[in-house]
T-cell receptor, first 117, second 114 residues
Framework: EPEVTQTPSHQVTQMGQEVILRCVPISNHLYFYWYRQILGQKVEFLVSFYNNEISEKSEIFDDQFSVERPDGSNFTLKIRSTKLEDSAMYFC???????????????FGPGTRLTVT | ELKVEQNPLFLSMQEGKNYTIYCNYSTTSDRLYWYRQDPGKSLESLFV?????AVKQEGRLMASLDTKARLSTLHITAAVHDLSATYFC??????????????FGQGTTLQVKP
């Protein structure tokens, strides 16, 4: 069964450093998302991406964040200068077509745990 | 702004008992999802509810959606220990967005005791 994959599973970085989190969405999907979950809290929307551009972003997704789909398969989230409060689990998700129709059901990857020290 | 609230946030129950988790949301939507999350793990899709009156069942779990009341329920029948996890409802924010953005509830942590 197709699945969303993410790498790395755990990333430890120092405050102020840049990190890139990688995702490979399900291959025929069209819509891509990043969410984050601070430990013990709810899942929060960061950004949605469609047709090679950002379609929506939340207030959390400030200038320190960027997304890219560099090669038609990977979908990346970059944080330019990490802060302590960026420590969280980051989930990638994708949705697309099912039975020839658009399906909005999102399939989540296993997540990347980002720890900023 | 769409808000999604679940209750209870924590539920400790005995095996064999029944219980219901409630998910209320504040603005119009007819796309609601239930996910299960085990500690340190990702979100596993349980149910997709796409219309008023939708009811879906899988094993000991049954989910329903009332779009008029803006309410979804997740009913647990004869709970077993394996159901211990955190359950999230998530609502597609179709009222303000056509991007499929999901707004999640706070999660309900279910602990089933023998």
């Amino acid at each position: 069964e197709p699945e969303v994959t993410q790498t790395p599973s755990h990333q430890v970085t120092q405050m102020g450093q840049e990190v890139i989190l990688r995702c490979v969405p399900i291959s025929n999907h069209l819509y891509f998302y990043w969410y984050r979950q601070i430990l013990g809290q709810k899942v929060e929307f960061l950004v949605s991406f469609y047709n090679n551009e950002i379609s929506e972003k939340s207030e959390i997704f400030d200038d320190q964040f960027s997304v890219e789909r560099p090669d038609g398969s990977n979908f990346t989230l970059k944080i330019r200068s990490t802060k302590l409060e960026d420590s969280a689990m980051y989930f990638c998700a994708s949705s697309g077509l099912a039975g020839g129709r658009v399906s909005y059901e999102q399939y989540f990857g296993p997540g990347t745990r980002l720890t900023v020290t | 702004e769409l808000k999604v609230e679940q209750n209870p946030l924590f539920l400790s129950m005995q095996e064999g008992k029944n219980y219901t988790i409630y998910c209320n949301y504040s603005t119009t939507s007819d796309r609601l999802y239930w996910y299960r999350q085990d500690p340190g793990k990702s979100l596993e899709s349980l149910f997709v509810l796409l219309s008023n009156g939708a009811v879906k069942q899988e094993g000991r779990l049954m989910a329903s959606l009332d779009t008029k009341a803006r309410l979804s329920t997740l009913h647990i029948t004869a709970a077993v220990h394996d159901l211990s996890a955190t359950y999230f409802c998530a609502v597609d924010d179709i009222h303000s967005s056509n991007t499929g953005k999901l707004i999640f509830g706070q999660g309900t942590t279910l602990q089933v005791k023998p």
